[in-house]
């Protein structure tokens, strides 16, 4: 058991033989890994962002400004009663000055216009998208939600209807695809690192064989130093991409887009650290083969 901590001590010091040339590695796998990592952690939030609203699309309904208050709420009350509609969303003037001044992220103050906003009652109204006539059935719910007392105007982003139909298929097709020229890239970079290190030792390793070392223990630490480059570049590709995530967090988090980016789930990070570790074992046994 001592000789296998032993093994796995002198892999890594190895690589230290060479730093810079371990840098350089180290760097490579970390930019591609960030880059893999970026390209994750996008796919993830246009999966929780389809997911979530399940193909739906959202309405931007405005009232006259001369509604009264009580015939508002009755006209709110049944919007979720409408066929289609999943949910809600209402604004009085003075809620919708509010959201505004959010917008702003707070740089302009509108608290004296409370009591005497401009804006007009609003609702986002949320509707599940039929797989068919999307666009068809959207024109007809506009006219539906036009047809309410007091509407003055009813929008929505026909792009929508477009891009919910179409991205779940787009970022299925190029997962794989990117993400194998990604892994094919970080075993090119760790293999020709580890073929350097052999050519470099080259000497040692036949003193070794001479003695009578197995050829096992000749290619543990090998093995070892690759895992090693493999888990250090994935995991500072990791702490780049929280550094990434906590700067763009909230970017669009304001009206009328309201999402949050979220992090890669802690399932996808480890398994861009074991991925990682097994490129690098990989590369190194077929450096090791040639």
Request: charged share 15%; glycine share 8%; with cysteine.
């Amino acid at each position: 058991m001592n000789v296998f901590f032993q093994l796995i001590g002198q892999g890594v010091r190895d690589l230290f033989r060479a730093p810079w040339s371990l840098c350089m590695t180290i760097a490579a796998i970390t930019l591609v890994s960030f880059l893999g990592g970026a390209f994750l952690m996008l796919v993830h939030n246009l999966d929780l962002q389809i997911g979530s609203r399940q193909g739906n699309v959202q309405f931007q309904v405005y009232w006259k400004s001369d509604v009264g208050s009580e015939e508002l709420k009755e006209i709110w009350s049944g919007l979720a009663s409408m066929e289609g509609v999943v949910n809600v969303r209402t604004f009085t003037p003075d809620q919708a000055l509010g959201v505004l001044e959010e917008s702003f992220q707070k740089n302009v103050d509108l608290e004296w216009m409370k009591g005497r906003s401009p804006l007009p009652p609003t609702a986002l109204v949320e509707c599940e998208l039929p797989q068919e006539n999307g666009k068809k059935w959207a024109t007809g719910m506009v006219k539906r939600l036009e047809a309410l007392p007091k509407v003055e105007k009813v929008t929505f982003n026909p792009l929508q209807v477009d891009l919910l139909t179409s991205w779940v298929g787009l970022t299925k097709m190029a997962f794989w695809p990117v993400t194998g020229f990604l892994l094919v890239v970080v075993g090119l970079v760790v293999g020709n690192t580890i073929k350097l290190a052999l050519l470099a030792r080259r000497d040692e390793l036949e003193i070794l064989r001479f003695v009578g070392a197995s050829r096992a223990y000749i290619q543990f630490p090998l093995l070892v130093g690759g895992a090693f480059q493999g888990l250090l570049g994935a995991g500072l590709a990791l702490g780049l991409l929280k550094v990434l995530h906590h700067g763009i967090e909230d970017m669009f988090n304001v009206p009328p887009l309201w999402i949050t980016i979220s992090f890669l789930p802690q399932i996808h990070s480890l398994a861009i650290l074991a991925i990682l570790a097994a490129v690098g074992v990989l590369s190194s046994l077929v450096a090791f083969r040639n």
